[in-house]
């Protein structure tokens, strides 16, 4: 029996196979490349004992509060990072953070950040976010190689011009007490204009989280949707934990916002707002969400918002801020509660700008200020095309 068929019909079956090995292997999407620098902690910052190479951590010069990085337990590879906190009587958010400068071929890209955690005795809320800023500061500061600071005495840049504005915000929070590894992610997308981005990995309250396996990639953006309908706000009525939202809380000694489920406008929660009256400065004290608002841009949106007080001397009251590569643009303030009332709503609309990328509602109470008081059941909806102000409407009690 002749050899050539076989040796023919071997060599066509290797054509076969190696194009449809060829094929699957060309089909197979690239994996995306992780911008972040030292992602799993494992590179030592020179002639230092712990702090791990790019990473950054948050100054609070409190004691009670311990940034570490260790071989106890790992995720992947030899080291995580974590952060522990016994204390709470200064409220403060403390966090790893990394900081990457944007190329204008990021502009128009998703950013998408993930990282796994491990909860250890966590009593409070821990939390990953990317945030990406239009801030030449920061972007300065990281070329130089300086603090923050020195970028802006260099730049001659004053603190109360600093231009620095957030295009893109995403938090989860999370609140599980005690866990194995956990892998968290959160996205944004990055306008033109961006030139910084930052990622954390943080801890508001007491207990242990540890941080391993950092991972910052980008992806195409969808498609621009519609105007969405109905309430824009996640978790309006703070039924399911209120993680969700932005607890702004300024660092006064023993300066509380916290869930509260003896008081409620509706349904079991609402958030509680009191001891804020030990603090020099003057700043916000409230919940907020940030939301994305390419598809808000030239509509009329309305907020609002159930309040109640008790000895309130100070006002509370709702605002819109909408973001934009111009700069920030805020509503107008119309109605404002002070003293002991029962659960009141208020309700502002506002047309949003255009060039709009983000938006912030506030319902909020500007601190320091004496009294407590109560927030409930949120609204933020489109109500329309864009129109000019109307007269607002007046409070509506309970």
């Known amino acids: 029996m002749s050899l050539k068929p076989i040796v023919r019909f ?17 089909a197979a999407p690239a994996k995306p490349r992780n911008l972040l620098g030292n992602p799993g902690f494992e590179r030592g910052f020179p002639a230092h004992d712990w702090m791990p190479a790019a990473w950054d951590t948050s100054l609070a010069e409190i004691p009670t509060v311990f940034f570490g990085r260790d071989t106890l337990f790992a995720h992947g590879g030899k080291y995580s990072v974590n952060i522990a906190n016994t ?9 790893w953070s990394q900081t990457l400068l944007v190329s204008r071929d990021m502009w128009g ?137 932005e607890w702004v809380c300024p660092p006064f000694e023993g300066a509380r ?52 007080a008790d000895s309130l001397v100070g006002t509370a009251y709702l605002e819109v801020f909408a973001h934009s590569a111009a700069g920030p643009k805020r509503s107008a303030i119309y109605d404002m509660l002070s003293n002991t009332f029962d659960w009141t709503k208020l309700q502002i609309e506002y047309d949003m700008p255009e060039g709009s990328l983000t938006t912030w509602p506030w319902v909020y109470v500007p601190a320091p200020f004496r009294g407590t008081v109560w927030m409930d059941d949120a609204e933020f909806e489109v109500i329309g095309p864009a129109k000019g102000a109307p007269p607002q409407a007046a409070p509506a009690r309970k």
């Open 10 to 26: 071997l060599a066509l079956l290797a054509c076969v196979l190696f194009a449809s090995f060829s094929v699957a292997h060309a």
């Open 257 to 308: 916002v916290e869930l509260d489920s003896t008081v409620a406008h509706s349904g079991r929660y609402s958030i509680r707002l009191e001891n804020m009256n030990d603090g020099v400065v003057s700043t916000r004290s409230g919940v907020t969400q940030s939301l994305p608002a390419r598809n808000l841009a030239g509509k009329r949106v309305r907020l609002s918002a159930w309040f109640k």
């Open 87 to 95: 204390s709470t009587v200064f409220p403060m958010a403390h966090n």
């Open 109 to 245: 890209k998703v950013a998408r950040f993930s990282v796994y955690t491990k909860s250890n005795g966590l009593q409070g809320r821990a939390y990953v976010m990317v945030q990406a800023y239009r801030d030449t500061a920061s972007k300065m500061a990281r070329i130089w190689g300086v603090d923050r600071d020195e970028s802006r005495r260099r730049l001659n840049i004053k603190r109360v011009d600093d231009p620095s504005i957030d295009l893109g915000w995403k938090r989860l929070t999370f609140t599980d007490a005690q866990t194995d590894w956990v892998k968290r992610e959160a996205a944004v997308y990055i306008p033109v204009g961006v030139n910084v981005i930052f990622v954390r990995c943080g801890l508001f309250g007491t207990g242990q989280v540890m941080f391993d396996d950092a991972s910052l990639t980008l992806e195409p953006a969808p498609a621009l949707a519609a105007a969405p309908k109905g309430n824009l706000f996640a978790d309006p009525g703070f039924e399911n934990g209120g993680l969700a939202w």
